[in-house]
Each structure stands twice: as C-alpha cells, then as structure tokens.
C-alpha cells in the first residue's frame, strides 16, 4: 500500500505541475486556456526532439523548452487572446475557450502532420532506476526528479509571487485591474507575460510527461482534463493549494485503481469532478 | 497643471460630460462639486485615462495625455484616489504601498517615501502587515491617499474622499491633505459632495450638473455666492 | 430576426429537394454525403441551442453523441430493439449522462459548465476505450438488409425535426428566457427568470438531439471503433460549422453544417490532414473577428447594399 502511495505521490506532483499554469492565467486574467494541454504537448515534443537530436538529457532541457514555449505562448496571446480581453468577463470566458479549443484543434493537427500520431517517449539513460529504500518501497529516481521539479517550481512561483514587483503587480491586477493601471501596471504587458510564463510551466509538465509517460499529439486533451479536475479541486491561483490537490488526485486515483482496477480510472477523477461541483452549488 | 479642454465623454451610448473646460493651477487644491449623478467621477476617471473622451483636449503640463494609456499618464505624474479606495484588499498594507511605487522612477524614493506617508499617518506604521480588506474606513482612506503619494506625483487626484466615513475622520484627513498640499506644494484636484468642507480647503472651486459646468469661482467667493448657499450647502452641510 | 414566410417557403422548397434527390440522382456517394451532412445539422444545431441561443457553451457534445450512438448499438444490434425504440432510448440515456454534469454545472457561473462537457466527454473516452477497445460490426443479419436510402430519410426527417423543435423553442416563452440568460443572466435572475430550468431545458434538448445523432451514426455505420465516438472533432465540427454559419441563429447551423460539408468534400483528398487546421483556423477569425457567422456577415452585407 505504502508502494501504491508513492507512485500517487508522483503522479500528483505531475498533475500539480500540469494544473498550476491553467490555474494561475485563469485566476489572474478570467482566461480559460484550453490550449493548455496542447502547449504540454508541444514541450513533451520539444523534450523528445532536443534529446533524439541533440542528445540533450530531457531534465536538462526544461529551461530551452521553457524559452520556445514562453515564445509561443506570448505570440499567441498577443494575437489571440489578448483581442477577448475588453469584453465583459462572461462573454470573456467564453470566447476565450472557444479560441483555447479552436487553438487545440489547429496545433494537435499541426503536430499529426508534422510528427504523425506515433507514440514517442524520452527514455535517458537512467530510466527505470530505483532506489530501494526500504523492503517492500521502491522509489523510482525519475519520479523523484519529478518530485522535485515540483517542489522548485512551487518554490519558485511563491517567491516571484511575493517577493518580485512583477510578481506582486500581478497579484495586484488580479484583485482590482482599474486600481493597477492607477499604479502605473502597464496591465495588458503584464498579461502578456505572465501568460507566456504560464505557457513555460506547461512546457515542463510536459518534459515530465515525456520522460514518465509518454507523447502523441492528440495527449494534450487528456492531460487537460486531469488540470481541470484540479483546478476545480484546489480553486484557482493559490500554487499550494494547486499542488495539494494534485497529490490528492493522484494518490486516491492510485488506491481505487489497486481496487477497481484501471478500466474506471478516468471515472474517478470525473466523480471527484461531480461531486466537488455539487458542493460548490449548494 | 493640468488644462481639460471641451470635452466630450460617453459611457455606452449615453453621454455623461458636454463640452467640459477646466483647469487646475501649480500648488493649489481645485475643487469640483456637484450633486450625485453630475458626472464627477466620469470626469476623474476621463482625466485618469481610464475612459477616453470622445472630443476635447486633455494636457497635463502641457502634453496631451488624454490619448495616453493610463500607466503612461501615471509615470508622467499624476496619481488618483480613486473612489471607493480601490486597495488591494488580499494585500497588505505595505504592500499596497509599494505598488504606489511601482513606476521605475518610484521605486528608487520607495523607502524614503514610505517613511515619510507614515510620517503623515502614523497609524498606519501599525497596521503595516495587516490586509487592506480588512481596516476600517478612515484607515483605508489614509492608505490609498498614502498610496497615491508614493509615487510623488505632480498632480494628485481625489474622488469623493468622504464617502463612508465619520464626520471627526473626514475633518482630520482633510487638514492632512491641505498639509500636504501647503508642505508639498502639490496640485491637488479633488471632486466631492461634500461642498463645505471642501470649499474650506480649496482655492477655487467648479461646479458641475448633468454633465456641464455650471458655475466656477475661488473657492472663498463660491461658499458665500447665493446659488452655491441655496444648492448645496443645505444638503452638504457638515 | 423574423422568420418571415419567405424563410417557410424555402425550407419548405429545400426539403421537397432533398426528399425527391435520391429518387432522381442519388448515387451512392452523394447518399452517403448527406446522411453526414444531416448528422452534422443535428448536431450543430444542437450546440446551437445550448451554446448559442441559452448561452452555455458545450465542449463535450462528443459525450452525447458517443452514448447515443453506443446505446444504440447495444439495444438495437445486440438486444434487438426495434429502430424507433432504440433510437430516442439513445436519446434519453445521452439526457441522463448530461444531467451528471449538468446539474450540479448550471447552477454555477462561469466555465465550469464547459470544462465539465469537456471532463465528461473525455474520461468516457478513455472509459470507453479501455471497456471496448475492439471494433464494433452490424450484426451481419442486419448488413444483408442494408438499405441506405431508408438510412437517408431517417437522416432527414430527424434533421427535420430537430429543425422543427428548435424553431419552436425558440419562438416561444422557453427561448426568451433562454435568450435571456444568456445575454444578462443577472439581469433575468433578478426578473425572475428561472436560470437553472431554463438552462436545463436547453442541455436536455442539446444532449437529446445528439444522441439521436449518435443513434442515426450507429444506425449508419458498418463498423465503428466505440471510443472515436468520443473524439473531440464530435464536438469540434458542430460547434465550428454552428459559429461559421452564425450561432444564436435558426439557420446558421444549417448552412455552417453545408459550408463544412462542401469544404471537406473539395479539400480532404488534396490538402489530407491539412484541411483540418485551416477549419481551426477559421473558426479562431470567426471567433475573434466575426462573431455572427456567416449570417451576420451577409446580414451586414445586405444592408450596405439595400439600406
């Protein structure tokens, strides 16, 4: 059982890492990214690329991953999502998840047609080692890697959260936009770049998932839906609480499948889905 | 200071401001009076940037800022309290400080600044770590006038200061902002209802109904012209 | 918008075509390209109503879509129910799993109605895709008496009415409110507009007539792979043709369905997978730039002309 909580552990820790970039834009700026997803996907493909190509380990190549997908996410925004941004926030939400989902479209078939659907995972040298702390617990060394990215990023995010002007000019823009641009927060730049970053932090998750699982241009829907799980779980833009909720999704997934079996595992998420909206409509 | 010329602002469809002339002068405190739906905050709001002008002319010194976006118009030197405080309310009190701050030209002062806006408020050196949400009134209006002034701005603008508070703490945040103003030589422009008080601390005075100046004046010859008495001062009176 | 006597009379015309087509001209091809086209009017309009005219954006038709078509396949092919018990029976089980989400969905503001669309359509995806993960045939029985004319008219008469029922709704009392709701869902809360009921109403017609849709698909198709029918272009091609033809329209889905239909005709064998990005592509410049469609667009059109 111990076995089965830690590989939850560790698949929690990557679900945090896919849900805090969803989490934090719409916190901040009312945008539903749907696009989310297939911007973890385009990372994943980065990873597999730099390390078939340039022989780069994947870990290695989270910060380059993260600068194209920083680009790719400013330059959409800039031409996409930042036009929805005067329209009043209902009718923002959603055309934003009209583009997001549009978006999807056209990059995972962009992606099909420049890389065919074929699986493809990152396998480094080190794949599959374990670490055999104590009989009858195995900790994968790449789920620790996992781990610990996880915990530097979260690490990371609070202190540019709290302690950077930019970090704190966000916060601030998310509480009250007039009062921001009052202090000089040139608001539409700092969307621009905190959405790119947000486009980063999903170009992590998805090296983690190339390295864990596994690519496919059509993954990015799948990863999506556990982020939207957790976003409702953990409500948005709090990290901790993103991450906690991560965990948790990924250890009770864990334990039901060692019950039910890995037929029903979406089922569960989608449950906890349900029901968390019941509570929240009462 | 600041010179607007004529004009013209809608919100939606409707159009809240006609042809509106007025002008704030270096190191006074103006004054814009006018019952509740006049247009007064449509016009601090229009100064601001906040809202465009659909015709007219907006110069702060001299340059034209009403086609600037507003955090351009915040570094050339004006700041707004604006109404309803507008803090930050999951931030602290500190925090909200620093983020009047927050033009590159304002951070290098910041913590001499700091100093002295608790100078001018010492109360709220002890609420410092405290949520902005959650201070009471007057000190929420002490902070975002504090935060207004981080950024030591050229022009400082006020909206409707009095709203929600004590008649005591209204008399003392207005003697600290005609301290200010004397101590700073700060161009102030504050719009209120409350006529009395105001005319008291300003130099001159507009008035403004649906939309149109009706009236304007130093502020001593406004408190005691006819109209001003029989208009205001039965409401307003403090 | 008026749907003045002139929008009867052609529908009217339209639908004495389609029904006479067959019996004219109907090569195998052109059959087979209708019943998709209807299929996709079915749907389209369908999102229409709960996205366009109830405000309530769906991103996960394709969930209804699948459970009409997979319960249709179950009662029909293998429990032997009679077509037009197995079909609205598809229907209504696509009604229960909407409420699932919906329920506890529409009583909140904001996406969560649509990322739970989403959430539905693709954990039954995978769902589907670990429970049946081989491909599904008519019974053979059923391949011999193969008639695909019969096909076509079913098509049609459900395309028909489901163009029927949406005209009704939304002439009266029922498509006010949903209208309503979505153009100021405070503003009707406060006039007492029963919001959830309404938007209810909306997702039982939207989650109905798609399982229809899946029912005719399953109905139709020799062979289907149970979880494609969960794939996100289910939701996709709809919500693009509805929003391309103009969305919160009677019509629009219609003709965003024959846009779509006629596109992927002249381009799917020379562009391939292509064709698919530059439908993405549109539908984002409608989105962004164009949000009524074609209708708008040719509405506006119209005017400049006329006056």
């Known amino acids: 059982m111990a076995q089965i909580v830690v590989y939850g552990i560790i698949t929690g820790a990557f679900y945090g890492l896919a849900a805090i970039g969803l989490s934090l ?126 915990s530097l990023v979260i690490f990371s995010l609070y202190l540019i959260l709290t302690r950077t002007y930019f970090g704190k000019s966000v916060r601030a823009t998310a509480q009250d936009r007039d009062a921001g641009n009052l202090m000089g927060i040139n608001v539409e730049r700092t969307y621009l770049i905190f959405f790119a970053l947000s486009s980063a932090l999903a170009g992590i998750a998805g090296v983690v998932a190339a390295v864990n699982y596994s690519v496919y241009p059509t993954v990015g829907f799948e990863w999506l839906l556990k982020a939207i799980i957790i976003l409702v779980l953990a409500g948005f833009g709090k990290i901790g609480q993103v991450f906690a909720a991560g965990l948790l999704l990924g250890i009770i997934e864990g334990v039901s499948v060692y019950f039910v079996g890995a037929t029903y595992r979406e089922v569960v998420g989608l449950v906890i889905f349900i029901l968390v909206l019941l509570r929240r409509s009462t | 200071m600041l010179e607007v010329e004529q004009i013209d602002v809608y919100r939606g469809d409707t159009q809240i401001l006609w042809s509106v002339s007025l002008a704030a002068e270096d190191g006074k405190i103006t004054a814009l009076l006018g019952s509740n739906a006049a247009g007064k905050t449509t016009l601090l709001m229009t100064i601001s940037g906040l809202i465009k002008p659909w015709r007219g002319r907006i110069c702060l010194e001299g340059q034209q800022i009403d086609k600037q976006p507003v955090h351009k118009i915040v570094e050339l030197g004006m700041s707004m309290v604006p109404e309803g405080r507008r803090l930050f309310p999951e931030m602290s009190v500190f925090e909200n400080l620093e983020l009047g701050a927050f033009t590159r030209k304002a951070r290098e002062t910041k913590d001499r600044m700091i100093e002295e806006v608790f100078e001018i408020f010492p109360i709220l050196k002890t609420r410092k770590v405290q ?98 008495k029989n208009a205001y001062l039965g409401i307003g009176e403090v | 918008m008026g749907y003045s006597k002139r929008g009867f009379v052609i529908s009217g015309i339209a639908i004495l075509l389609l029904i006479l087509f067959p019996l004219v001209a109907g090569t195998q091809h052109t059959l087979n390209l209708f019943i998709v086209l209807f299929i996709m009017v079915i749907l389209a309009q369908s999102w229409n109503i709960l996205g366009g005219y109830a405000g309530q954006i769906s991103l996960g038709n394709a969930a209804f879509f699948g459970v009409g078509a997979l319960s249709f396949h179950f009662l029909a092919w293998r429990g032997g129910l009679p077509l037009y018990v197995a079909l609205p029976a598809g229907g209504v089980t696509a009604v229960i799993l909407a409420s ?101 109403v909306a997702l039982a017609f939207s989650s109905f007539f798609s399982g229809l849709a899946g029912g005719i698909f399953a109905y139709y198709q020799d062979s289907i792979v149970p979880a494609f029918l969960f794939t996100p272009q289910w939701t996709f091609e709809p919500l693009v043709a509805a929003s391309v033809g103009g969305s919160g329209t009677l019509f629009g889905p219609v003709i965003g369905s024959v846009f779509l239909i006629i596109l992927t005709e002249l381009f799917a064998l020379t562009l391939g997978k292509a064709y698919l990005i530059i439908f993405g592509a549109i539908f984002i410049f409608v989105v962004l730039f164009f949000p009524g469609g074609l209708i708008d667009a040719s509405e506006r059109i119209r005017k400049s002309i006329f006056g």
């Open chain 3, 100 to 200: 699932l989400i919906g329920i506890p969905a529409l009583r909140l503001r904001g996406a969560y109605f649509a990322i739970g669309t989403l959430a539905l359509a693709e954990a039954l995806r995978i769902t589907v895709g670990n429970l049946f993960p081989l491909t599904v045939y008519i019974p053979t029985a059923h391949i011999v008496s193969y008639n695909l004319l019969s096909r076509y008219y079913l098509a049609l008469m459900v395309a028909v009415i489901t163009q029927g029922v949406a005209y009704c709704t939304i002439k009266s009392k029922i498509g006010l409110a949903m209208m309503a709701i979505r153009d100021d869902d405070e503003a009707a809360d406060t006039s007492g507009v029963h919001l959830f009921k309404y938007k209810f």
């Open chain 2, 131 to 228: 949520m902005a949400g959650t201070l009471s009134g007057g000190e929420q209006q002490m902070v975002a006038i504090a935060r207004a002034l981080m950024s030591q701005p050229k022009l400082l603008l006020i909206d409707e200061l009095s709203l929600g508070l004590a008649p005591l703490i209204m008399q003392h945040i207005s003697e600290t902002i005609k301290q200010i103003n004397m101590t700073k030589g700060l161009a102030i422009f504050i719009v209120e209802q409350n006529v009395f008080m105001t005319l008291e601390m300003a130099d001159y005075g507009y008035i403004l109904e649906n939309g149109r100046i009706v009236g304007e004046g130093e502020a001593k010859k406004l408190l005691q012209s006819e109209e001003v």
């Open chain 1, 25 to 150: 834009v719409f916190g901040v700026m009312r945008h539903m990214n749907i696009a989310h997803g297939s911007f973890l996907m385009i990372g994943g493909f980065a990873a597999y690329w730099l390390f078939h190509l340039l022989k780069l380990d994947p870990f290695v190549s989270i910060p380059l991953v993260m600068v194209i997908l920083f680009a790719i996410g400013a330059a959409l925004y800039k031409g996409l999502f930042s036009r929805l941004d005067k329209l009043p926030e209902g009718l923002k939400i959603n055309n934003s998840m009209l583009v997001g989902f549009g978006l999807t479209w056209v990059i995972d078939n962009l992606a099909i047609l420049f890389w065919t659907s074929d699986v493809r995972a990152v396998t480094p040298s080190y794949t599959g080692k374990v670490w055999h702390v104590l009989p009858g617990l195995r900790l994968p060394v790449i789920g620790l890697v996992v781990i610990g990215i996880a």
